[in-house]
């Protein structure tokens, strides 16, 4: 029934931007709070950046709070990810969640299928 799917995702240069989209369905969008994760290979998923479910509270990690942007839009049932100034280690599958407040994906309880996200150098 619940659905997250990730989009905008793809290969970019160093230094350039993406815009990520979430779009949720089966759930009551505006209950949530809305995180977006991402994994590399052979690494832990790591927290960035969450947002609450008025959309007026913003959460980010510090490695990435400079260039990284979340918002949503509740009227689309939808989460957003901008990405700019993209760096090699960036790459990785970026994934969004919806869930309680927190940075630890053991708050959240659905996840979208990921979208891959590849910087070259």
């Known amino acids: 029934q619940v659905q997250l799917v990730e989009s905008g995702g793809g290969l970019v240069q160093a230094g350039g931007s993406l815009r990520l989209s979430c779009v949720a369905s089966?759930?009551?969008?505006?209950?949530?709070?809305m995180g977006w994760f991402r994994q590399a290979p052979g690494k832990e998923r790591e927290f960035l950046a969450g947002?609450?479910?008025?959309?007026?509270?913003?959460y980010y990690i510090d490695s990435v709070k400079s260039r990284f942007t979340i918002s949503r839009d509740n009227a689309k049932n939808t989460v957003y990810l901008q990405l700019n100034n993209l760096k090699p280690e960036d790459t990785a599958v970026y994934y969004c969640?919806?869930?309680?407040?927190?940075?630890?994906?053991?708050?959240?309880?659905?996840w979208g299928q990921g979208t891959q996200v590849t910087v070259s150098s």
């Open positions: 969640a919806a869930g309680s407040r927190g940075s630890y994906a053991s708050s959240y309880d659905y």
């Open positions: 089966g759930l009551t969008f505006t209950r949530y709070f």
């Open positions: 947002i609450s479910q008025s959309g007026y509270d913003s």
